[in-house]
């Protein structure tokens, strides 16, 4: 099947396996550098929770049972903009030695908090944006997802593979990373189970939302590829995958310094 050689394709790109997570526990970052990484992350995945125009899309060109399956996975992102500010919070929190947040639902306050963070770590990276606080890189992911406001076959074919490949690096790369450095580590004595640590449960495991929306992805392309299509649905998937992989490079490298303290066979 087509979209199980998509699925492999994604498997075996560097961004699959990419080391950030590993280097951020042997870094063991300041609190600026963790506010500064939180930042940009945050920054691209709120690019990929809203669908804009992508399951109207779908419904015009005949796929409506596709539609739902991608309609399902943004119904499931609500409020996990609020969720993943106060587990950002709650790290922060604990790091330091008083509290910096006293509201940790108080989501502007955490975010402009980490945005400055970044601005002082990342400005003199080029093509940093200060009003933002964006690294070009990140913007670059971000505008992957833009793609989704764009109309026609050919853009539904890119941002279904786009799709794909995001729900994949997020329920197998993104989020077990995030559990492995922030939860697993022991670095910030968070747990699981802390009311503040919602969005990672949410998000984690095979019950969690990105094993659902890995498999609603999945189940909407396996029906539309085909031997005519396959080369946009799998461009797609490489624009996002390339663009990721490029955020977290800098990030690896300028924040945890990734290139020159420690090599793979360290
Ligand atoms: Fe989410
Ligand atoms: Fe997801």
Known sequence: MLVEKLVNYIENHSCFSHPIFKNWVRAEPSVEVVSALFHQIRSFCDSTRPVYNLAENLVKNGFSKESD?????????????????????????????????DNLYDQQCIENYMKEKSDLLLERLPGYDKKTGLLIQTKASRNVFEGRKEKGLASLLKNLGATLALEIISHRQLIPGEK????????????????????????????????????????????????????LVFLGASLFLESLSSLWDVLDAALLGSGHRWNEAA
Do not use: Q, R
């Open 69 to 101: 399956l991608i309609a399902s996975i943004a119904e499931s992102e609500k409020n996990h903009g609020p969720e993943l500010a106060t587990m950002a919070g709650h790290i922060i929190n604990k790091m330091s030695a008083n509290t910096v947040f």
């Open 180 to 231: 492995y450095c922030l939860v697993d580590s022991k670095l910030y004595g968070v747990s699981l189970e802390d009311e503040e640590m919602h969005y990672l449960s949410e998000h984690w495991g095979e019950a969690g939302a990105e094993a659902m929306h890995e498999e609603a992805a999945y189940n909407a392309l396996k029906s539309i590829m085909d031997t005519d299509n396959n080369s």
